[in-house]
């Protein structure tokens, strides 16, 4: 079985602050993990995925994250917030054609 | 790319009536569709996996008669809520996979969701 925490369900950090926001896993096999990123009202938007290439998982708006296997984390981090990052982040964890959520984190962005 | 997308963005019924929701691959063929139900302010929720030309799957507590689920076509899936009534209200986004064989075969690819007032 796969599950996926989340740890901090709202985050708030200053514009231009640094930016992470945590998530563990456990699966059974090697997982396919993934971060996306919510509007409101809207649908899901995929900001990077590792799918057993790179560590280091570079995506979109200048979010990254790192897959470190030993602490069953893969990390998203940003170096500096904007304010249009402010949105809800989802972690997933995937394996064949099943997903499983983690419960989001609420990214707010203080000016 | 990998785009699929939902009809209607939003709508509004009155208690009781029969609401469908489309979900479309456009340019990819899936499998396996997926919906997902989200509470505002919670997590994505799954409904049902979805297979073409087979039942759906329904997750525990899902109830199958409300939530009628028809996957008719390797692009099309469509979600119609019975007898809505207001505790009905959500969003509701879908999720396609592609066929194996595709580049991005274990991945799924979201919706952007519609918005389901039940008045």
């Known amino acids: 079985a796969q599950s996926v925490t989340q740890l901090g369900s709202h985050v708030s950090v200053s514009e231009g602050a640094l930016v992470l926001l945590r998530c563990n896993y456990s699966?059974?096999?090697?997982?396919?993990l993934f971060w996306y990123v919510q509007y409101p009202n809207q649908g899901l938007q995929l900001l990077l995925k590792?799918?057993?290439?790179?560590?280091l998982v570079k995506g979109i708006n200048g979010f990254e994250a790192e897959f470190k296997k030993s602490e069953t984390s893969f990390h998203l981090t940003k170096p500096s917030a904007h304010m249009s990052d402010a949105a809800e982040y989802l972690c997933?964890?995937?394996?064949?054609?099943?997903?499983?959520f983690g419960p989001g984190t609420r990214l707010s962005v203080l000016p | 790319g990998a785009v699929v997308s939902q009809h209607p963005s939003w709508v509004i019924c009155k208690s009781g009536t029969s609401v469908k929701i489309e979900c479309r691959s456009l340019?990819?063929?899936?499998?396996?569709m997926f919906w997902y139900r989200q509470f505002p302010k919670q997590s994505l929720m799954l409904m049902a996996t979805?297979?073409?030309?087979?039942?759906?799957?329904?997750e525990q507590g899902v109830e199958k008669d409300k939530f009628l689920i028809n996957h008719a076509s390797l692009t099309l899936s469509t979600l119609t809520v019975t007898s809505a009534h207001p505790e009905d209200s959500s969003f509701y986004i879908c999720?396609?996979?592609?066929?194996?064989?595709?580049?991005?075969?274990?991945?799924?690819?979201f919706g952007p969701g519609t918005r389901l007032t039940v008045l």
């Open positions: 999720s396609a996979s592609p066929l194996l064989g595709h580049r991005f075969y274990n991945e799924q690819f």
């Open positions: 699966s059974s096999v090697p997982p396919y």
């Open positions: 590792y799918t057993s290439a790179a560590t």
């Open positions: 997933a964890v995937g394996g064949g054609q099943n997903f499983v």
């Open positions: 979805s297979n073409e030309g087979s039942k759906a799957t329904y």
């Open positions: 340019d990819f063929q899936a499998t396996t």
